[in-house]
C-alpha cells in the first residue's frame, strides 16, 4: 500500500458537509454591520424586514417569511402548519425528514404520520406517490394531507420543472398541500438556471423551507408560506418551540449580504462546479463507480474499503452513512478546486482498487 502523502496535508470536514465550512464573506459583512447599537428583538428589526422583503421581491410573491435557527425546526414547524394530528405526510424514503428529524414533524404536529413511498435516484415518482395515497383511503387510516419535496434530493439528484409540476398535480387531484425541503435550493436554482418563482410556486410548493446554513450563512433558515394561509399563527408555533430568536437581527443580518447581488447563487454555482471538478476525476479512476449522477453539489462515490482507510489517515472527512455505503464528498461555497485536486490525487494514490469494471453514471441514467 502507498502510504506516501500525495498532496500537502488538508484540515478535516472538508467534504464531510456544506455545513462545515465557515461563513461567506458577504454574510459575514452583514453580520458584523449589524452589530451597531441597539436594536429591536423578536424579529421586530429593519434587518428581519429587510430581509423578507428581498425574499418577496426574490421569489416574485407576497409569501410569508420566518426564521428559524435550523432545518429540522423549518421542517418540523412547516409541516405542523399543514397538518392536523390525523393526517399524513409522504415523502421519500430518504427524506431528512424522515430518516434524519428525530420525528419532529411527527411531535409538532401533534401525530401526524410520515408515509415513505419509493424513490429512483432520490427522487419520488408520481405513480408510486398516488399508489401511497390510494392505498387506504378510509377512515382507519391517516388521511393524506402533504407531500413532501426534498429539492435538491438527499442523493445530489434534482427534479426537472416537468417532475415537480406533476409530484405537484398528483398531490392537487387529492387535496393535499405541497412541502419543499430546500436545505440546498441555492444549488437547485444554480444548477437549473431558472427564476426561484419557477421552481417553487409557480411549480406548485405551498410552503418552502429555505436552507441558509448550507449555502454560507452562519446558521439559520427562512420558512416560506406562498400560501399565507398556512402561515395563520406560525409564529406562535415558532415561539413555543423555541424557534423564535431574541436577538433575531443576528440570524437575519446574514441573508442580507447572502441575497445581495445574487451572492448565494454565485456561491452554490461554485459549490456546484466542485463537485463536477471532483465527479469527473472519480469517473476516470478504474475502482470508483459513481453511484448517482452529479448534479449539484454532492458526490457519491463506492471506493475500495482500503482507500477510505488511507484517505482517513491523510485526514480527509466525508460521511459514508448516505446512500448505501458510498463515499458522500459533499462541496460547499468555500471548496477550491486545489482541495478537489488534492483529494482526487489521494485517492488515485491508494493502490486499492475495485475489481469491477467501472461504470458510468451517466449512461444509467440516459
Ligand atoms: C435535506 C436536508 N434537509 C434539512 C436539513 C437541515 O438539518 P439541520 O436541522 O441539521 O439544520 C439537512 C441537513 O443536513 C438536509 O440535508
Given at each position: 500500500?502507498?502510504?506516501q ?7 478535516g ?28 428583538s423578536?424579529g421586530?428589526?429593519q434587518y428581519?424586514?429587510l430581509v ?5 421581491e426574490?421569489f416574485?410573491?407576497?409569501?410569508e417569511?420566518?426564521f ?6 423549518a421542517n418540523s414547524l412547516?409541516i405542523?402548519?399543514?397538518c392536523q394530528?390525523?393526517?399524513s ?9 424522515e ?6 414533524p411527527?411531535f409538532?404536529?401533534?401525530g401526524?404520520?410520515v408515509?415513505?413511498?419509493e424513490?429512483?435516484q432520490?427522487?419520488?415518482l ?6 401511497l395515497?390510494t ?5 382507519h387510516?391517516?388521511?393524506p394531507?402533504v407531500l413532501?419535496?426534498t ?5 445530489g ?7 415537480l409540476?406533476?409530484?405537484?398535480d398528483?398531490?392537487r387531484?387529492?387535496g393535499m398541500?405541497?412541502h419543499m425541503d430546500g436545505?440546498?435550493?441555492a444549488?437547485a436554482i ?5 427564476p426561484?418563482a419557477?421552481v ?9 423551507c ?5 449555502m454560507?450563512?452562519p446558521l439559520?433558515?427562512?420558512v416560506?408560506?406562498?400560501?399565507r394561509?398556512l402561515?395563520?399563527d406560525?409564529e406562535?408555533?415558532c415561539?413555543q418551540?423555541g424557534q ?5 437581527r443576528f440570524l ?6 447572502m441575497?445581495?447581488d445574487?451572492?448565494?447563487l454565485r456561491?452554490?454555482?461554485?459549490a456546484n462546479?466542485?463537485a463536477?471538478r471532483?465527479?469527473r476525476g472519480?469517473?476516470?479512476?478504474a475502482?470508483v463507480r459513481?453511484?448517482?449522477p452529479?448534479?449539484?453539489?454532492a458526490v ?5 474499503p482500503?482507500c477510505?482507510r488511507q484517505?482517513?489517515a ?6 459514508t452513512?448516505?446512500g448505501?455505503g458510498?463515499a ?10 486545489e ?5 482526487l ?5 491508494s493502490?486499492a482498487?475495485?475489481p469491477?469494471v467501472?461504470?458510468?453514471v451517466?449512461?444509467q441514467?440516459?
Amino acid at each position: 500500500m502507498n502510504e506516501q502523502r500525495s498532496s500537502a496535508p488538508i484540515p478535516g470536514y472538508q467534504f464531510a458537509s456544506d455545513n462545515t465550512a465557515g461563513i461567506c464573506p458577504e454574510a459575514l459583512a452583514t453580520l458584523v454591520e449589524a452589530n451597531v447599537g441597539a436594536a429591536a428583538s423578536y424579529g421586530d428589526d429593519q434587518y428581519t424586514a429587510l430581509v423578507a422583503d428581498r425574499l418577496r421581491e426574490i421569489f416574485e410573491c407576497e409569501c410569508e417569511v420566518f426564521f428559524v435557527f435550523n432545518g429540522t425546526a423549518a421542517n418540523s414547524l412547516a409541516i405542523s402548519a399543514c397538518c392536523q394530528s390525523y393526517h399524513s405526510v409522504i415523502c421519500s424514503d430518504v427524506a431528512h425528514l424522515e430518516t434524519d428529524e428525530c420525528g419532529g414533524p411527527e411531535f409538532f404536529s401533534g401525530g401526524a404520520k410520515v408515509l415513505v413511498s419509493e424513490t429512483c435516484q432520490g427522487k419520488l415518482l408520481p405513480e408510486s406517490v398516488e399508489r401511497l395515497i390510494t392505498r387506504r383511503l378510509d377512515i382507519h387510516h391517516p388521511k393524506p394531507r402533504v407531500l413532501s419535496l426534498t429539492q435538491p434530493t438527499e442523493m445530489g439528484t434534482l427534479y426537472s420543472l416537468e417532475e415537480l409540476r406533476a409530484l405537484a398535480d398528483t398531490a392537487r387531484r387529492f387535496g393535499m398541500r405541497v412541502h419543499m425541503d430546500g436545505a440546498r435550493l441555492a444549488n437547485a436554482i444554480a444548477a437549473l438556471g431558472r427564476p426561484p418563482a419557477e421552481v417553487t410556486w409557480q411549480a406548485g410548493v405551498d410552503v418552502l423551507c429555505l436552507g441558509g446554513a448550507k449555502m454560507g450563512l452562519p446558521l439559520g433558515e427562512a420558512v416560506v408560506f406562498f400560501d399565507r394561509e398556512l402561515a395563520s399563527d406560525f409564529e406562535y408555533r415558532c415561539k413555543q418551540a423555541g424557534q423564535l430568536a431574541s436577538k433575531m437581527r443576528f440570524l437575519t443580518a446574514p441573508w442580507l449580504g447572502m441575497l445581495k447581488d445574487s451572492a448565494w447563487l454565485r456561491h452554490a454555482a461554485q459549490a456546484n462546479r466542485m463537485a463536477q471538478r471532483l465527479s469527473r476525476g472519480l469517473e476516470q479512476m478504474a475502482g470508483v463507480r459513481l453511484l448517482y449522477p452529479t448534479e449539484v453539489n454532492a458526490v457519491f462515490a463506492l471506493l475500495p474499503p482500503e482507500c477510505h482507510r488511507q484517505l482517513a489517515a491523510r485526514g480527509w472527512r466525508y460521511y459514508t452513512f448516505i446512500g448505501q455505503g458510498a463515499a458522500r464528498f459533499m462541496c460547499s461555497w468555500a471548496t477550491t478546486e486545489e482541495e478537489v485536486d488534492a483529494l482526487l490525487a489521494d485517492v488515485q494514490s491508494s493502490d486499492a482498487r475495485l475489481p469491477a469494471v467501472r461504470t458510468s453514471v451517466r449512461s444509467q441514467t440516459d
